[in-house]
């Protein structure tokens, strides 16, 4: 069995992060071990939030790993909560990036065009230089903004402009960046990547609802990563997660008491297990 390790926080009510991504991998019939860098009562969107940090406990489970000669055929990593975390991020990956796995990074620092709680510019400047530890990137237009120091643009923009900032992304160091959220205004939103070895570019547009859905782009990325190591392409995969998070926005909308801080991608799951047989 395939074996992903994701390092990012447990928001104990929220929908986002390890409590999505352990169900989404567990369903692609891969193995999901986890790496938590912070235990949150709640996301850090609702109005209170506690947040412990558990940046000291990566070095002692990296060397314990490392002692047991554990492997891993992706890493993925989400939100991280600091600075040091990035740096200790950034030596496990170097501990156990190989020629036989892939780094998946989603460079969580925003949405709508602001930041979240927590984060800055200088934040997201370091995000950017942790990206070049990435063989996939999939910042999504407000990240790749911050990270590029371009000017967060929500519509009005072309084909042309995706490139350019999916060129640059890749200029940060890794070999493929995909832009999420790509509006071109003709009521579809989709994903758009770049691999930068074959200087080829892939996308792939859904149907596009009203309103903004926390937790979606975790959900996305915990598919993609999921597709991926389950040997589907890189559009394959995209596709795959895309059509999954479309799947779980529809259902949730069609369930009047559903939460509002997150979809319930639950329902969409047994669709998602059948690709994966
Ligand atoms: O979904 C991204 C995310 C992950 N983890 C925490 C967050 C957020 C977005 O707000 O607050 C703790």
Redesign the pocket.
Known sequence: MKRILTI??V?GV?K??LTVALPIISAAQVEACVLPT?V?ST???FKH?T?ADLTDEIEPTVEVWQKEGITFDAIYT??L?SYRQMGLVENLIDAFHTKDNFIFIDP?LG?GGTL??RFDQSFADRMALFCSKGDVITPNLTEAAFMLHLPYQESGYDESYVHDMLRRLTALGSSVAVLKGIDYGDGKLGVVGYDSRSDDFFSYFHEKFPGRY??T??IFASAVVAAMARDRSIPEAFQIAADFTVDSIRKTRENPDACDYGVEFERALPDFVAKFK
């Open positions: 990012q926080d928001s929220g986002c992060s912070a949150l996301h850090t969107r939030f947040f989400g939100y909560g969580v949405d979240y709680a926390h937790g782009g975790d």
